[in-house]
C-alpha cells in the first residue's frame, strides 16, 4: 500500500513538472492557459509558444528522463552493482567518440550525429559485451570490460580533441548535454525506444527481479540467464543510445534516479521501473526549467544543472536513509 | 529414478572436475553428498541443476535426457539452493517465496488466488508466518535459509537440491534447517539431495550417503556402511573412531588425529 501511495507521489510530481516547465520562461503561461492551448485553443500566441518552443522541449526532456533512468535501472540490476550505469556499458563513451568523428572530422553532416551516437552507443556495447564472454558474461567481467573500453573511447575522443583544438567548442554542447535546440524531429527519434522501454516494465520486472537473485537461484527458477541478460543490455543500450543521441552525454540521470527511486521505494522492479519513469523524467524536466531560466536570455546545459543539483542531492538522501 | 548421471565429466576450463560420476537418486530419498575440499560436490551439484554444462556423459531426469527438458518444465519439478544466492535486503520474505512461483507463470501473467495459496502454504510449512511481511534483512541467519527453502516450497518441486544449507548458521539453526528439510521429506515424499560438510549431520540425516573423492565416486550407500573407519582414513585422511548415537538411531565419529 506504501508502495502505491509512493508511486502516486511519483506520477504527481511528474505532472507538476511538466506545468512547470511548459509554463516557466520569458512568457509566463499557467496551467490551465496550458491545458487550454494543448486541447483546443489554436490562433493565440500562447498556442504558437507551447506548440513551436516549450512542448516539444519538455516532452522531449521527459522521454530522455524514461531512457536513461530505465537504461541505469535494469544496468544496476543484471550487474547486481548500484554504481552501474549507461557509462558501464559504453553508452556514454561510445556515443561520444563517434558524434565527436562527426562533429570534429565532418562538421559538414552534422545533422547525422544522433545516428552516429546511437549506433556508436551499441557498437560499445557488443564490444564490451565480447570482450566479457567467456563461457558466459558475468557482471564483474563486463564492469571491467566496461570501464577498459570506456579509456579507449576517451582516448580517442581526447586525440580527436588534440588534433583539432580549434573545433573544440562547437562539441562543448554535446560533451555535457543539452536540450536547447529540441524539435519535433528528435520527438520522433527518441519516441520509439521510449516506448520500447514502457512497455518493457509491463512484461519484465519478474525476470529482472529473479535474475537479481544471483545467476545460479535464477536458472534454478528456469531463467536462462545469459540470454536473459543479454537481451536486457541490449535494451538499455537503445534506451541509454536514444537519448545520448538527442541531448548528448547526460548519463548521469541513469545513475542517480533509479538510486534515489528505489531508496524511497525499494529494490522490487515492480515498482522501481515506474517510480524511475516518472521521476527520470520529472527531474530531466525541471532541471532543463532551471538551465533555461536561471540566468536569462543566457542558457546553461542541462548537464551541469544536473550535476550541481542531483549529486548533493543524491549524497544527502544517501547519507540521511543509512542514519535511518 | 529421480536423478541418474551416467559416465559424468564436468571441466572447468581445461581442468577436468568430475572425472566418472555414475549417481543415482531414487524417489522419496535424502541423500547426501560428502567429500574433501576440491573433491568437486559442488560441481555435481552445479551439473545436476544445469549451472554447468556436462562436458560429456548424461544427466536424466525421472528418465529424461536433462538437456531435451526446457528449463523452466525442469523449474517445476526441482528446485535448487545454491550456496551463492544473492537478495536485496528491501524485499520481504513473502515477496521472495513469490518468486518460486515463477516458472508456473505464464508469460506477463500474474499471481493469481491459486499462486498465493501455494505461496502462503510455503510459508506456513517452514514456519514463516509471523515473519512473512519482514524485510529479508532484517532476519536472522537461519530464518533467511528457512525463507530461501520457502522460496523452493513455492516452486512445487518433487526434487530439492541444497548445496551446504547449513553453512555459516549456529548449530541451533543447522539442525533446525536440516529438521525442516526431513519434515518436507517425510511429509511430502520430497526427494533431497544435499551438499553437507559436517559427517555427523550428514549421517543422521540421509537415507543414503555419496562420498566424492577427487572427482570420482569411492562409495555410496547407507550412513552406517559409509561412516567406518577405513574410509574416514582413506577419504578424509582422519583416525577416527565410531560410536552409535542410540537416541536417532545413526551411526556418529568423533575424530582422534589428522594421519
Given at each position: 500500500m506504501r508502495k502505491a501511495t509512493l508511486l502516486i507521489i511519483f506520477v504527481l510530481l511528474a505532472v507538476i513538472s511538466f506545468f512547470i516547465s511548459v509554463g516557466v520562461g520569458a512568457v509566463k503561461i499557467g496551467p490551465v492557459d496550458i491545458a487550454r492551448s494543448i486541447l483546443y485553443e489554436k490562433d493565440t500566441v500562447n498556442y504558437q509558444i507551447i506548440w513551436n518552443v516549450r512542448l516539444p522541449r519538455t516532452i522531449v526532456a521527459a522521454l530522455v528522463g524514461i531512457c536513461l533512468a530505465l537504461s541505469g535501472a535494469i544496468l544496476q540490476g543484471i550487474m547486481?552493482?548500484?554504481?552501474?550505469?549507461p557509462n558501464i556499458i559504453g553508452v556514454s563513451s561510445g556515443g561520444g567518440f563517434f558524434a565527436y568523428i562527426i562533429l570534429i572530422i565532418?562538421?559538414?553532416?552534422?545533422?547525422l550525429v544522433p545516428i552516429g551516437a546511437f549506433l556508436g552507443a551499441l557498437f560499445a556495447t557488443l564490444f564490451i559485451y565480447s570482450l566479457a564472454w567467456k563461457q558466459g558474461a558475468l557482471p564483474t567481467r563486463l564492469v571491467l570490460a566496461g570501464v577498459a573500453v570506456s579509456s579507449l573511447f576517451s582516448a580517442g575522443t581526447n586525440t580527436l580533441m588534440a588534433f583539432f583544438p580549434d573545433r573544440v567548442h562547437g562539441v562543448l554542447g554535446f560533451m555535457v548535454g543539452g536540450l536547447s535546440a529540441i524539435t519535433w524531429q528528435d520527438f520522433r527519434m527518441i519516441l520509439p525506444y521510449a516506448i520500447l522501454g514502457i512497455i518493457l516494465i509491463l512484461f519484465l520486472p519478474n525476470k529482472l527481479n529473479i535474475l537479481m537473485l544471483g545467476d545460479e537461484v535464477a536458472t534454478g527458477l528456469g531463467i536462462k540467464v545469459e540470454k536473459t541478460r543479454f537481451i536486457f543490455i541490449i535494451i538499455s543500450s537503445l534506451l541509454a543510445g536514444a537519448a545520448v543521441s538527442v541531448v548528448?552525454?547526460?548519463?548521469f540521470v541513469g545513475l542517480i534516479v533509479p538510486h534515489i527511486v528505489r531508496l524511497f521505494i525499494g529494490s522490487d522492479y515492480r515498482y522501481l521501473f515506474p517510480g524511475a519513469i516518472f521521476f527520470g523524467a520529472s527531474l530531466v524536466m525541471i532541471c532543463d526549467t532551471l538551465a533555461r531560466t536561471l540566468f536569462a536570455p543566457a542558457e546553461i546545459p542541462v548537464g551541469i544543472i544536473m550535476s550541481a543539483l542531483g549529486a548533493p542531492f543524491f549524497l544527502y538522501l544517501l547519507r540521511k536513509k543509512e542514519a535511518m | 529414478m529421480a536423478i541418474e548421471t551416467k559416465n559424468l565429466q564436468v571441466k572447468y576450463g581445461d581442468k577436468l572436475i568430475l572425472k566418472n560420476v555414475n549417481f543415482k537418486v531414487d524417489r522419496g530419498e535424502i541423500v547426501t553428498i560428502i567429500g574433501p575440499n576440491g573433491s568437486g560436490k559442488s560441481t555435481l551439484i552445479k551439473a545436476l541443476s544445469r549451472f554447468i554444462k556436462a562436458y560429456s556423459g548424461k544427466i536424466y531426469l525421472n528418465g529424461r535426457d536433462i538437456y531435451t527438458i526446457p528449463t523452466k518444465e525442469i523449474a517445476r519439478e526441482m528446485a535448487i539452493l545454491p550456496q551463492v544466492k544473492h537478495v536485496s535486503a528491501d524485499i520481504t520474505v513473502e515477496n521472495l517465496v513469490s518468486y518460486g512461483r515463477y516458472p508456473h507463470l505464464k508469460f506477463g501473467k500474474r499471481l493469481d488466488k491459486n499462486h498465493k495459496e501455494i505461496i502462503t502454504w510455503a510459508i506456513e510449512k517452514t514456519g514463516l508466518s509471523k515473519l512473512?511481511?519482514?524485510?529479508?534483512?532484517?532476519?536472522?541467519g537461519g530464518e533467511r535459509q528457512r525463507a530461501w527453502i520457502a522460496m523452493a516450497l513455492a516452486q512445487k518441486p518433487n526434487i530439492l537440491i541444497l548445496d551446504e544449507p547449513t553453512t555459516y548458521l549456529d548449530i541451533s539453526y543447522q539442525l533446525e534447517v536440516l529438521e525442516l528439510v526431513k519434515e518436507l521429506n517425510e511429509s511430502l515424499k520430497i526427494t533431497v539431495i544435499m551438499v553437507l560438510h559436517d559427517l555427523n549431520q550428514a549421517a543422521r540425516y540421509s537415507d543414503k550417503i555419496y562420498v566424492l573423492k577427487s572427482g570420482e565416486s569411492c562409495q555410496y550407500g547407507r550412513p552406517d556402511r559409509i561412516l567406518e573407519k577405513k574410509l574416514l582414513k582413506d577419504v578424509f585422511r582422519i583416525d577416527a573412531h565410531i560410536y552409535e548415537d542410540k537416541v536417532n538411531n545413526c551411526p556418529y565419529f568423533i575424530p582422534h588425529k589428522i594421519i
Amino acid at each position: 500500500m506504501r508502495k502505491a501511495t509512493l508511486l502516486i507521489i511519483f506520477v504527481l510530481l511528474a505532472v507538476i513538472s511538466f506545468f512547470i516547465s511548459v509554463g516557466v520562461g520569458a512568457v509566463k503561461i499557467g496551467p490551465v492557459d496550458i491545458a487550454r492551448s494543448i486541447l483546443y485553443e489554436k490562433d493565440t500566441v500562447n498556442y504558437q509558444i507551447i506548440w513551436n518552443v516549450r512542448l516539444p522541449r519538455t516532452i522531449v526532456a521527459a522521454l530522455v528522463g524514461i531512457c536513461l533512468a530505465l537504461s541505469g535501472a535494469i544496468l544496476q540490476g543484471i550487474m547486481r552493482n548500484p554504481l552501474a550505469g549507461p557509462n558501464i556499458i559504453g553508452v556514454s563513451s561510445g556515443g561520444g567518440f563517434f558524434a565527436y568523428i562527426i562533429l570534429i572530422i565532418f562538421p559538414q553532416y552534422y545533422y547525422l550525429v544522433p545516428i552516429g551516437a546511437f549506433l556508436g552507443a551499441l557498437f560499445a556495447t557488443l564490444f564490451i559485451y565480447s570482450l566479457a564472454w567467456k563461457q558466459g558474461a558475468l557482471p564483474t567481467r563486463l564492469v571491467l570490460a566496461g570501464v577498459a573500453v570506456s579509456s579507449l573511447f576517451s582516448a580517442g575522443t581526447n586525440t580527436l580533441m588534440a588534433f583539432f583544438p580549434d573545433r573544440v567548442h562547437g562539441v562543448l554542447g554535446f560533451m555535457v548535454g543539452g536540450l536547447s535546440a529540441i524539435t519535433w524531429q528528435d520527438f520522433r527519434m527518441i519516441l520509439p525506444y521510449a516506448i520500447l522501454g514502457i512497455i518493457l516494465i509491463l512484461f519484465l520486472p519478474n525476470k529482472l527481479n529473479i535474475l537479481m537473485l544471483g545467476d545460479e537461484v535464477a536458472t534454478g527458477l528456469g531463467i536462462k540467464v545469459e540470454k536473459t541478460r543479454f537481451i536486457f543490455i541490449i535494451i538499455s543500450s537503445l534506451l541509454a543510445g536514444a537519448a545520448v543521441s538527442v541531448v548528448g552525454l547526460l548519463g548521469f540521470v541513469g545513475l542517480i534516479v533509479p538510486h534515489i527511486v528505489r531508496l524511497f521505494i525499494g529494490s522490487d522492479y515492480r515498482y522501481l521501473f515506474p517510480g524511475a519513469i516518472f521521476f527520470g523524467a520529472s527531474l530531466v524536466m525541471i532541471c532543463d526549467t532551471l538551465a533555461r531560466t536561471l540566468f536569462a536570455p543566457a542558457e546553461i546545459p542541462v548537464g551541469i544543472i544536473m550535476s550541481a543539483l542531483g549529486a548533493p542531492f543524491f549524497l544527502y538522501l544517501l547519507r540521511k536513509k543509512e542514519a535511518m | 529414478m529421480a536423478i541418474e548421471t551416467k559416465n559424468l565429466q564436468v571441466k572447468y576450463g581445461d581442468k577436468l572436475i568430475l572425472k566418472n560420476v555414475n549417481f543415482k537418486v531414487d524417489r522419496g530419498e535424502i541423500v547426501t553428498i560428502i567429500g574433501p575440499n576440491g573433491s568437486g560436490k559442488s560441481t555435481l551439484i552445479k551439473a545436476l541443476s544445469r549451472f554447468i554444462k556436462a562436458y560429456s556423459g548424461k544427466i536424466y531426469l525421472n528418465g529424461r535426457d536433462i538437456y531435451t527438458i526446457p528449463t523452466k518444465e525442469i523449474a517445476r519439478e526441482m528446485a535448487i539452493l545454491p550456496q551463492v544466492k544473492h537478495v536485496s535486503a528491501d524485499i520481504t520474505v513473502e515477496n521472495l517465496v513469490s518468486y518460486g512461483r515463477y516458472p508456473h507463470l505464464k508469460f506477463g501473467k500474474r499471481l493469481d488466488k491459486n499462486h498465493k495459496e501455494i505461496i502462503t502454504w510455503a510459508i506456513e510449512k517452514t514456519g514463516l508466518s509471523k515473519l512473512k511481511n519482514r524485510y529479508i534483512g532484517t532476519l536472522s541467519g537461519g530464518e533467511r535459509q528457512r525463507a530461501w527453502i520457502a522460496m523452493a516450497l513455492a516452486q512445487k518441486p518433487n526434487i530439492l537440491i541444497l548445496d551446504e544449507p547449513t553453512t555459516y548458521l549456529d548449530i541451533s539453526y543447522q539442525l533446525e534447517v536440516l529438521e525442516l528439510v526431513k519434515e518436507l521429506n517425510e511429509s511430502l515424499k520430497i526427494t533431497v539431495i544435499m551438499v553437507l560438510h559436517d559427517l555427523n549431520q550428514a549421517a543422521r540425516y540421509s537415507d543414503k550417503i555419496y562420498v566424492l573423492k577427487s572427482g570420482e565416486s569411492c562409495q555410496y550407500g547407507r550412513p552406517d556402511r559409509i561412516l567406518e573407519k577405513k574410509l574416514l582414513k582413506d577419504v578424509f585422511r582422519i583416525d577416527a573412531h565410531i560410536y552409535e548415537d542410540k537416541v536417532n538411531n545413526c551411526p556418529y565419529f568423533i575424530p582422534h588425529k589428522i594421519i
